[in-house]
């Protein structure tokens, strides 16, 4: 299985669009599926939370962000 298509990779993809911005899920969504059109709406998910629950990431106001120890 390539990197990218487990969670660890897919994670690292998101965090790498994600950079210095703050994005709504959905811009979120969008520009991940611009990047590789067979992520899923569930692949992200699974993602965020996982990046959530490593304190990554934080979602704030409809946004998501990187924290300062992302």
Request: proline share 1%; aromatic share 8%; charged share 20%.
């Amino acid at each position: 299985m390539p990197l990218s298509r487990t969670l660890v990779g897919a994670s690292a993809k998101i965090l790498e669009i994600l950079g210095d911005q703050q994005l709504t899920i959905g811009q979120l969504y969008l520009a991940a599926r611009e990047s590789d059109k067979t992520t899923s709406y569930d692949e992200l998910v699974a993602c965020l939370a996982f990046l959530y629950g490593a304190g990554i990431i934080d979602y704030t106001n409809a946004t998501v962000r990187r924290t300062d120890a992302g």
